[in-house]
C-alpha cells in the first residue's frame, strides 16, 4: 500500500519535472541586436547542458556536452551516448589541462592549440566561451549580421533563444567557417551558479 503511494507520487512528480522542463519558450532569433546583451558581458558565473556536433571536411563528431564558466575558469565535459567516452577540458588563465578519466591528465599553457590537437579539429575555445551566451568576444571587431554576427573569420548565427531569468539566451546555435561546422543546443541553462559533475 505504501509502495504503492510512494510508486505514484514518484510518477507524478517525474511528469511535474517534465512539464517544467518543457515550459521554456523557445523563440526564433529576431534580428539580432547587441545592444540589448551588453549586460551578459557582467555574468560571473553560468553553466548549461546540452547537444554539440561538430563537422570538419575530414572528420565530424557528436558529444553531450555540459560548460560551467567562473571568473578565470572554464570546465567543459563531453560524453557520448550514456556518458562514454567522457573528456573533462579545464582552462584556468593560461592553462589548459584535459582528463579522458584514464587517470593521465594532459597539460599545457598552449591552450587553443592543444585542445585543437586533441579534438583533431580546429575549434575556437576561447572565442566560444562569448558566443555562447551570445556576445561577441570582447576587444575584437565584429560584424552584425540579421541573426548574430561575423568575427575572425566565423560566422556565428543564432537560430533559436530561450527565456532565462528575463535574458533571451541562445538555444540553438551555429558557428561556421569554410572548414568547420559547430552546431550547439542548449537544453539547461544555469546563470550565476555554474557547477559541472565531475
Not at 42 to 52: A, H, I, N, P, T
Not at 130 to 155: I, K
Amino acid at each position: 500500500m505504501v509502495a504503492n503511494k510512494i510508486k505514484q507520487g514518484g510518477v507524478c512528480l517525474l511528469i511535474l519535472l517534465l512539464s517544467a522542463c518543457s515550459s521554456v519558450p523557445i523563440e526564433p532569433e529576431g534580428r539580432y541586436q547587441i545592444q540589448t546583451r551588453e549586460s551578459l558581458y557582467k555574468l560571473e558565473r553560468w553553466s548549461f547542458e546540452g547537444r554539440v556536433a561538430i563537422t570538419g571536411k575530414k572528420d565530424a563528431w557528436q558529444a553531450n556536452i555540459k560548460w560551467a564558466h567562473a571568473a578565470n575558469d572554464e570546465k567543459i565535459k563531453l560524453a557520448g551516448p550514456l556518458g562514454q567516452g567522457a573528456t573533462l577540458i579545464q582552462l584556468t588563465g593560461d592553462s589548459v589541462t584535459i582528463d579522458r578519466g584514464d587517470n593521465k591528465p594532459l597539460t599545457s599553457t598552449q591552450p587553443e592549440l592543444f585542445i585543437n590537437q586533441q579534438l583533431g579539429l580546429f575549434v575556437p575555445v576561447q572565442s566560444l566561451r562569448y558566443w555562447v551566451v551570445g556576445v561577441p568576444e570582447p576587444n575584437s571587431r565584429y560584424n552584425v549580421t540579421a541573426t548574430g554576427f561575423t568575427q575572425s573569420g566565423w560566422l556565428i548565427d543564432y537560430k533559436q533563444t530561450q527565456q532565462i531569468d528575463g535574458r533571451a539566451m541562445p538555444y540553438k546555435i551555429t558557428v561556421s567557417n569554410e572548414q568547420l561546422k559547430l552546431k550547439l543546443i542548449i537544453d539547461q541553462w544555469v546563470l550565476n551558479d555554474a557547477i559541472v559533475q565531475q
